[in-house]
């Protein structure tokens, strides 16, 4: 994801485009690589909430900021969701400018 001084929720993966979704699928975090300045001159911002799916709300995987990389233990999917958004993660920036790369694996729910 590039992002440029952004400030709304978006969907950083559609994931019912991918071979072998099924509704009820999750995806996992394996790896993230980011860069995250604040892209306001107000001095507050320059962080991002990555976010699993969830049918009636989402549940938060983790917060970035400044520079880093997460080569930790899989970041499991654990939002309830039984439909086509089940395995889709959002972006919550706040007046970020930078790159979020993430690595995902298939959890459970898959077909291929």
Known sequence: MDLNDHNASATALDADGLYGFANGAKLNIRRIN???????????????LIEFKGASSDTAAIRLAGTGYYDGPAIAGNATNTTATSADIECVPVNATGFIMIEFSKDSGWTG
């Open 34 to 48: 980011w860069g995250l300045t604040s892209g306001a001159d107000d001095g507050i911002g320059g962080s991002a």
